[in-house]
């Protein structure tokens, strides 16, 4: 188990080196349900490494409490980000589905990200897999 631990903790070293050395990332944020019913947020980092390269990493699988409101996402996204230490005014742009909790029009998770004074300006993307909720509005 502690071996386990070890290798874990580097690969995770490794890829906040790489983040941190980046010319530029972004983010991948994809709310789920598990088997059980419990809601989960997948976040993804896309990065441009030093020798431009574009890579894609799994950044974390967070368990969200009972509720996919947009705030408890942000809440949960903030702890991730500052726990990676990660650079963020080299993030560039943000992917989510368009679940009401991620595109809301008065409290989804962009309107929160981009009024928050801490976090730098951003493109808010929407994700190509989910090109069914761009014709459904």
Same mark, same amino acid.
């Given at each position: 188990m502690?071996?386990?631990?070890?290798?874990?903790?580097? %690969? /995770?070293?490794?890829?906040?080196?790489?983040?941190?050395?980046?010319?530029?990332?972004?983010?991948?944020?994809?709310e789920s349900t598990e088997v059980q019913d419990k809601p989960q947020l997948a976040i993804f980092v896309r990065y441009v490494s030093a020798d431009v390269i574009v890579k894609e990493?799994?950044?974390?699988? %967070? /368990?969200l409490k009972e509720t996919t409101r947009s705030v408890d996402i942000k809440n949960k996204l903030d702890k991730v980000l500052t726990n990676v230490d990660i650079p963020l005014d080299k993030r560039i742009s943000v992917s989510m589905d368009g679940a009401p909790a991620m595109v809301g029009g008065k409290v989804g998770l962009i309107i929160l990200l981009k009024s928050d004074p801490k976090l730098p300006e951003f493109l808010p993307v929407h994700c190509i897999i989910h090109h069914e909720h761009l014709t459904g509005r």
């Open positions: 502690r071996r386990i631990s070890q290798i874990s903790a580097n %690969v /995770a070293s490794k890829m906040q080196n790489y983040i941190k050395n980046s010319l530029v990332f972004s983010l991948a944020l994809d990493e799994m950044l974390d699988l %967070v /368990a």
